[in-house]
């Protein structure tokens, strides 16, 4: 079950884990070469947004294999996290908001998954108030549970895949979304931090390139939404 908070009257930030605050693409692919013997494409190597099986080049079958024993084998552990990611959670907990943790993990659900996940966050010093699990036997995904908890209080949510962040939009109209710029994403459109003052654009997430551009970002979504209630 997801930890909760009675955080009434504080904005939420909400982040994904894998591939927004740590790099699990370079980390899976170096283990994938290691379990099938032999090399992939690098992950600097853009892709219009390819599923990773059909990226590496391999049947769906043989890829969720290699992805059980990857998650079996405690490798979530160990995963890189991005640089400044401990700094981003804690200043953002500091200015007074909320750091939800919301991840897609895991495929299938395994006991250990949730352990290696806490180890993950306690290793790699990210502060957080409450995590999101989206598992196989939910109702709901991970941003209708956010919805369904948090509502109106998400200021904004970053995310690096694009079916996502497209569930974010929907979900979630009022938040500002951000798209942590991976080279599975870069045919998402996006706009600049300006896009607030056009009004005529349709929704599109503004595209961070590192956390200190998460925080920026998250800063003004963050004024933003301290704003609204102002006028509520």
Partial sequence: MPTRTNGHGKPIVAIDIDGTLGDYHSHFLNFAEGYFGCSFPPPSEVNPGLRLWDFMGIPVSEY?????????????????????????????????????????????????????????????????????????????????????????????????????????????????????????????????????DLCAIPPLPVRVYDCNMMLICSADAIQMWIANQRMI
């Fill in 64 to 196: 969720r294999k290699c992805k059980l024993a990857y998650r079996t084998g405690g490798m979530k552990r160990t995963m890189p996290a991005y640089d400044h990611a401990n700094t981003l959670t804690s200043t953002l907990r500091g200015w007074g908001a909320e750091v939800w943790i919301c991840t897609t993990r895991p495929y299938q659900k395994h006991d250990a998954i949730d352990g290696d996940t806490l180890e993950w966050l306690r290793r790699n010093g990210i502060q957080y108030d409450a995590i999101l699990f989206d598992l196989i036997d939910r109702k709901y995904s991970k941003y209708e549970e956010l919805g369904r908890q948090a509502g109106n209080r998400v200021a904004a949510i970053i995310d690096d895949l694009p079916e996502l962040i497209e569930s974010a939009f929907e979900l979630l109209p009022s938040a500002d979304v951000m798209v942590r710029d991976q080279p599975y994403n870069r045919h998402v459109g996006t706009v600049s931090r300006q896009r607030r």
